[in-house]
């Protein structure tokens, strides 16, 4: 039987093509496929099950598949930078996966009871904005003694709201918004101070404020004995007021109130969230204070309260002590609301009395991160709408991405959260709706500008990421685990991602359900990843391969487990996924990865009855991962397997040779013309006199004089000795290569041909390197 050109399988497409499709399309008839409505959705799906026979399309290469991870894969994964993907310097750049324990961690979650956020006394904004009700003069104390403002804003709030007897405070939620309401009024003398329900009408604000009854109120009874006015003026808070499209807070209901207010002698603070419907209402932005403030004031009243110390100092002492914990300092790094920096406080107070351990202290901050998210999931739509909890999702799956892509996509998984929560309606999306900053406010992320990797190069764009970097990993944990019903529009959503022509968006596709897979691994397999794995299409696999390599990345158990079954079963669309994902994870266990690649490239030539039969794209598929393999920080370790089982049998020397051969075409960062990354490791290792001095040139040397692997190999030469001719770090790396190369004279005359021979660039004379290069060879 003829043996096939394993070389020529082994050989890689060229990775100068667009690598925005996997299956070779043009990224923008990618996204504009995305732009369909559910119906087209629909029909893709049903087209996507009834497919038969798998489409005859090219397979993104594994090195620009690579290249692509790296680029768009989420900052949590710590795969941003291409220093973090695991591997050696070679050429500057690392090519494998690291660990992820961290985030894998904070994935699995706290594992502890989650803290309440009510404080002792007062209980919190949205509470006690839904009745009505006297505040306790008690709490008012309590909070004047750990609030925190600069004495110039309260001062210019004090003065507008002496003048206009109403203020309007507008900001997100647990700002510190209601607490500075109350203490404005208390700083005015208001007493006492009543509460508002939110739930009043805009139209009948007026009719809420009635005289003092002398009977019930005795406070208010002492000055109005010569028919006076009460010797301390009223004060009203109305905090989180509900206001809607036909029922807005307008300026004559406030000019009405303020009427009554000073027939009264009473004032009317406000306060309105980011997406609060007004028409013509004067309104004050209100900044929160900084948290180290917050959280330094709290301790001061809280240590005042329970230290057992007897002097000034040394309260003070231990206050400092305990903002000085590294654990407080990397709470406050995270940009709590300021109602999590008051539990904190107490938290705090509670560990300096020897109540809690450290441990609780070091935990806080994530508990108060996942008490957050499941605030956001467990509101009725009332308060935070069907669409903002498919953007908070969109923006966890595409977190630290580009905003408009992330509002674009969050509204395709509305349309499927429409669906499964009413089964029969069509879906609505409006076209235009919430401001960015409103609904970014809301998420607790910020916008900003930004390179973003595209197939044409970096491109600037507006950008979103939560505040907390950890924020994506919890939400994404608490939709999958604690909102099951939410499953199925999800999923629809994940493999509408799969199938998107950007890059971009199938990369966060695989990070999405590598998390799903971190929670709950066997749910993730069965009903995403397995689908994809076995699907007919590239891309759709490609996804699946990344989606495991990154479920490794976060530490999840028994991916190693489920590559090997799959290089050995019977399917080959699952063994071309698991050779995929070797390329990636593989150097992590080096000897187990290439024994399962040797294997795998074993079965291609067993029972081969015809050479024409030969699966040349799993030959080319086996060796890019040993090219992958080569270039990770496993590079040393590779190397020796590689030399070591080279006489095996014919099946690991083809795999071997095409691997090697692979692995020399890649240049630094993809350049034409960029450093060779094989030849910069000789060069380094030629210098420290490292095993791979001599491995590097054995492997150069079996592939020269293999019959199927010399013109491959000779193409590679050609195009070093093209590269050293602008380089001289090249050349003088080649210079002390070549001479390796020359044992025998049969491989004097093969490399004296070429330097001889070959031309320049289009067809040009011979480089003048080429002449300097052919006096370094050995006549033999």
């Known amino acids: ?65 690579r290249r692509d991870l790296i680029d768009h894969s989420p900052r949590s994964m710590n795969l941003g930078d291409r220093a ?47 009745t009505s009700g006297e ?50 009024l208390r700083r005015l003398g208001a007493a006492p101070v009543h509460t508002l329900d939110r739930d009043t009408n805009p139209s009948t604000l007026a009719d809420k404020f009635t005289a ?25 808070v109305l905090a989180d007021l509900v206001t809607r499209r036909d029922g807005p807070l307008r300026e004559h209901h406030l000019l009405a109130a ?23 209402v004067p309104v004050v932005t209100w900044q929160p204070p900084d948290p180290a403030d917050v959280l330094a004031a709290h301790l001061r009243t809280r240590v005042a309260d329970t230290a057992t110390a007897t002097d000034d100092a040394d309260k003070a002492a231990t206050v400092t002590k305990l903002l000085e914990l590294p654990d407080v300092t990397e709470f406050l790094s995270r940009s709590h609301q300021l109602r999590e920096v008051a539990a904190f406080a107490q938290l705090l107070g509670r560990y300096a009395a020897g109540e809690v351990t450290e441990n609780a202290v070091a935990q806080f901050s994530l508990i108060s991160l996942e008490n957050q998210v499941q605030e956001w999931f467990e509101e009725d739509e009332s308060s935070i709408h069907l669409r903002d909890k498919a953007f908070l999702v969109a923006l966890a799956a595409f977190d630290d991405g580009p905003y408009a892509l992330t509002a674009e996509l969050s509204d395709l998984l509305y349309r499927f959260l429409q669906e499964t929560q009413k089964p029969g309606s069509a879906p609505e999306v409006p076209v235009f709706g919430t401001h960015i900053g409103k609904r970014l406010q809301l998420a607790r992320a910020e916008r900003y500008e930004d390179d973003e990797h595209t197939e044409w190069g970096p491109v600037t764009q507006q950008k979103a990421r ?39 968006v199938r990369t966060r596709a695989a990070s999405t359900v590598a998390v799903l897979a971190r929670t709950d691994l066997p749910s993730a397999m069965a009903l995403v990843i397995q689908p994809w794995a076995t699907s007919n299409r590239f891309r759709h696999r490609l996804v699946a391969v990344n989606a495991l390599t990154l479920a490794h990345l976060l530490d999840t158990p028994n991916i ?84 070591l089982h080279l006489p095996d049998d014919r099946p690991v020397h083809d795999l071997t040779i095409g691997g090697f051969v692979s692995a020399c075409r890649h240049t630094q960062d993809d350049e034409r013309y960029g450093h060779p990354l094989v030849l910069a490791w000789y060069a380094q290792s030629a210098t420290e006199g490292s095993a791979a001095a001599y491995g590097i040139p054995f492997l150069w040397r079996a592939a020269l004089n293999d019959p199927n692997a010399t013109r491959h190999a000779l193409d590679v030469l050609r195009e070093w000795v093209l590269i050293a001719d602008r380089s001289t770090a090249t050349e003088w790396a080649l210079a002390a290569l070549l001479p390796t190369l020359v044992t025998t004279p049969a491989e004097y005359q093969r490399l004296g041909h070429l330097l001889r021979t070959m031309p320049g660039e289009d067809g040009a004379k011979p480089p003048a390197v080429s002449a300097r290069l052919l006096t370094t060879l050995p006549v033999r």
């Open 212 to 236: 003092p009854d002398a009977a019930a109120d005795g406070s208010a009874a002492v000055g109005a004995a010569a028919g006076g006015t009460p010797a301390h003026p009223r004060g009203y």
């Open 135 to 184: 505040v306790p003069q008690t709490t008012l104390d309590r909070l004047a003694a750990s609030f925190v403002a600069a004495e110039e804003t309260v001062e210019a709030l004090l003065v507008r709201l002496r003048r206009d007897r109403v203020l309007v405070l507008s900001g997100a939620r647990f700002t510190g918004r209601h607490t500075a309401a109350l203490m404005l």
């Open 1 to 65: 039987m003829s043996t096939p050109d394993a070389a020529e399988a082994a050989r890689p497409l060229s990775t100068d093509a667009p690598s925005a499709s996997a299956d070779g399309k043009d990224g923008r008839d990618g996204a504009a496929k995305d732009s369909k409505d559910s119906k087209d959705g629909k029909e893709s799906k049903e087209a996507e099950g009834s497919e038969g026979s798998e489409e005859h399309e090219q397979p993104q290469t594994a090195w620009s598949a």
């Open 84 to 130: 973090r993907f695991g591997g050696s310097m070679v050429g500057g750049n690392q090519h494998g996966v690291s660990g992820g324990q961290v985030a894998g961690d904070v994935i699995m979650g706290s594992k502890t009871e989650i803290h309440q956020w009510a404080i002792p006394g007062f209980s919190a904004p949205s509470a006690a904005a839904s």
């Open 560 to 643: 190693p487990r489920i590559l090997d079954e799959w290089s050995k079963g019977e399917d080959r669309r699952l063994r071309w996924v698991a050779v995929r994902a070797y390329a990636l994870i593989g150097a992590e266990r080096p000897e187990q990865a290439l024994a399962a690649l040797r294997t795998a490239a074993r079965s291609l030539y067993r029972d081969l009855a015809d050479p024409d039969d030969f699966d040349r794209e799993m030959a080319r598929e086996l060796g890019e991962a040993v090219a992958l393999l080569l270039l990770s920080e496993a590079s040393d370790a590779v190397l020796a397997e590689l030399r």
């Open 466 to 504: 939560f505040v907390d970097d950890r924020a994506s990993l919890v939400l994404l944990r608490e939709v999958w685990t604690g909102h099951p019903s939410a499953r199925p529009a999800l999923i629809d959503w994940l493999r509408r991602l799969a199938d998107d022509g950007r890059p971009l």
């Open 258 to 280: 303020c009427d009554r207010l000073t027939a009264l002698d009473a004032y009317l603070v406000v306060t309105v969230g980011p997406t609060a419907v007004l028409e013509d």
